[in-house]
């Protein structure tokens, strides 16, 4: 019994249960058969008519983002007429459009085979998927026609406009915008279109064929590939968001563009995907994350924090000399500036520390967004089942939001009413102006929030504590000196 309730409250600490594997459902779309197979990320459907990839819908969206369709073609949510989708087969400028059998493997408990496969007396058709529940918006697959004369494979339609994706290609490696001329390359490794939040591209590793411009029986343009007799390609297909990191990750690094913000964005990235790896879970790697910044921080953060306990302890006097050099602001700087050197206190001391914080917030906060498919298909933490999206229960933006009430109170208590009564209700206020407005906020970054505040309450307690301990010793020396005088 009792190693039962430990398994159980490690699962919920750790969050170290699986995810579903895909879904997979056959049915009918407007009265043809599909095969719709879901991942963690995207929604497949595949017709048997043609054996063509109809629909390729990325249904995981996080703060700032939409669930998209990136099969080329569609209008709003309806595909219009005449429209030829991907992995289409033409026999010259002939569309194969007859029925492919299908047939369903369960490779693993996370990993989905689907083989479409038509066959007559001169021509073989065979189209291989692979798709799998944690793939970053990526399948493998597999083609293979046999038959006589040009075969053309289309791979998606080309759409036009002033927002259209560009249609690009990789030759040896690297981006080109245009087909290069036979002799100008070593090897075409694969075509597609990239757009600015959206990436449909098709990778080949396997098998020779050239890219292929053209339009279909209604007039509309096509792209894909072609050969002479047979084709016979394998690869990797992309059909996702246009992220940098999962472009590099998943083989796609010709199509990640970088920019300096980039650059130091992806190292942040990196460095919170090591803690992720070291801990096994996200959660546990924005509290390890937290920590570390708040360490390294800590030296600029001492001085701010004394910074702002010695100028609490010096309201009264600031005040003092304010009333009695009202009229004269000259003598009123002149007087500060000697409490100052006096006290030795720098009334500026403490902002840079402060203002490192807020890019270190932007930056786990870009981070977050820009790993939030990897969050999203990584384990649980706590109550949290993913936390690239908002806390379900809300229960980190109430600890966050009370630990800032709390902190604020302790460090305003020491100051005189008369200070200013509207900065201490600035203070109860702010933080309840921030979990209204940031409410839907990712749970990981209220987690960091929420955690950075507690620390950075138990350091100001800390250096209380120091200048306590400082005072008194000063005070028995005060007192020792004057009796020595007397």
Not at 179 to 194: D, E, K
């Amino acid at each position: 019994m009792a190693k039962a309730l430990f398994g159980v409250l490690l699962l919920f600490f750790l969050g170290a249960w699986a995810k579903e594997g895909p879904e997979v459902v056959t049915l009918l779309i407007d009265g043809k058969e599909a095969v719709q197979i879901t991942t963690g990320l995207v929604r497949y459907q595949f017709l048997a008519e043609g054996g063509v990839l109809r629909s390729a819908y990325v249904h995981f969206s996080t703060y700032g983002a939409n669930p998209f369709e990136v099969v080329p073609g569609w209008t709003g949510a309806s595909l219009p007429p005449g429209i030829s989708l991907p992995f289409e087969v033409w026999l010259g400028d002939t569309p194969l459009l007859q029925k492919h059998t299908a047939e369903i493997k369960e490779l693993s408990d996370r990993t989905i085979s689907l083989t479409l496969s038509f066959a007559e007396e001169k021509l073989r058709v065979k189209k291989e998927f692979t798709l799998a529940q944690d793939a970053l918006y990526t399948g493998d697959f597999g083609v293979s026609v046999d038959g006589e004369g040009s075969v053309r494979l289309i791979l998606g339609h080309l759409p036009a406009g002033r927002d259209a994706p560009e249609l690009v290609y990789i030759y040896d490696g690297k981006l080109q915008k245009a087909p290069l001329a036979p002799g100008a390359y070593t090897r075409f490794q694969g075509l597609g279109l990239l757009g600015k939040d959206g990436v449909f591209f098709f990778r080949i590793d396997g098998g020779e064929a050239q890219p292929f411009l053209g339009r279909n029986a209604a007039g509309q343009p096509v792209f894909g590939v072609e050969a002479k007799d047979s084709l016979h390609l394998q690869g990797r297909f992309y059909t996702g968001r246009n992220r940098y990191v999962l472009l590099v990750d998943t083989g796609f690094a010709p199509l990640a563009s970088s920019g300096s913000f980039t650059i130091i964005l992806v190292g942040v990235i990196r460095f919170f995907e090591w803690l992720y790896r070291f801990t096994g879970n996200y959660g546990w790697a924005i509290i390890l994350f937290t920590i570390i910044t708040r360490f390294v921080l800590y030296p600029l953060m001492r001085n701010q924090y004394r910074s702002m306990a010695k100028m609490q302890k010096l309201a009264p006097k600031i005040k003092k000399i304010q009333e009695r050099f009202k009229d004269d602001r000259e003598a009123l700087q002149k007087q500060l500036l000697e409490l100052y050197r006096q006290e030795k206190v720098n009334p500026l001391g403490g902002c840079l520390p402060m203002l490192l914080q807020f890019p270190i917030l932007i930056l786990l906060w870009q981070a977050i967004m820009y790993s939030a498919e990897k969050i999203h298909l990584s384990p649980a933490f706590l109550w949290i089942s993913d936390l690239s999206k908002p806390d379900p229960y809300y229960l980190l933006v109430v600890m966050g939001t009370g630990v800032q009430i709390l902190y604020s109170w302790y460090t305003q208590r020491r100051m005189p009413q008369e200070a200013g009564a509207g900065s201490q209700f600035l203070g109860y206020v702010f933080p309840l102006l921030m979990a209204v407005l940031f409410l839907s906020f990712p749970a990981g970054l209220w987690l960091y929030w929420t955690l950075t505040t507690i620390v950075q309450f138990g350091q100001q307690l800390v250096i209380d504590w120091e200048l306590a301990r400082e005072e008194k010793r000063r005070v028995p020396q005060a007192g020792k000196d004057g009796g020595e005088g007397s």
